[in-house]
């Protein structure tokens, strides 16, 4: 098992917009010390127990795990704020295109927290290789994604194309017309944050998701469907 999480604290929502509204080098450097100790610290914990929990029950599929870094990229430092006001760590599996592969997050902002499955920006290639699967057997994928009708932790989320494409059926239409999506659940910060349960809480939502990541983890090793190929 990973490190255990003990919970964050209002320092760690006080820091983030503090930050928020000081978005320079002075005072970072001058509050930096509570960002190790409020912001990083915590988030470094949760995703390490998180990742311990997911290990143990799902060692075999080779997961690791990341926690973003404040700084942000310099090519994306605009207006003069260099730092996030926002950290996530991720569960996954190991890949050098990690944006477009399927994986499990956490992150934490200044206003709400959230955690879920799904791309960041999934190849149109792969969500071709998607619509070819339900494609070839819809009743399969609407057997994987029925527990979700039965639930109210995650939502699908994700653009849509402007010129919708005609799914096989009803209950695939929804993904069967997502250029990229997430299954996520977002809820304003509070006193959840605030106790080591969330990490429980975490792993038991990636647990109940999995069945979806073996499905979409896939995808890539599929043949190239005859409209993304050339």
Known sequence: MGQNFTGFTQDTLDFMWNLRFNNNKEWFEAHKHEFLRDFQAPMKALGSDVFGRVSADF????????????????????????????????????????????????????????????????????MGKLRARIDKNPKKFESLIAPLDAQSEFILDGDEYARRKEAPTAKTAAWYNKKSFSLIHEQPNGEELFSPALAERIAAGFAFLMPLYDYLITLDSDPAPPSTVG
């Open 59 to 126: 060692g075999a599929r080779g997961f690791i795990h990341k926690v973003s870094r404040i700084y942000k990229d310099a090519r994306r430092v605009r207006g003069g704020e260099p730092y996030r006001t926002n950290l996530w760590f991720s569960v996954e599996g190991p890949s050098e295109e990690w944006t477009s592969v399927p994986v499990f997050w956490f992150e934490l902002k200044p206003e709400t927290w959230s955690y879920g499955l799904g791309y960041y920006s999934a190849r149109a290639e792969t």
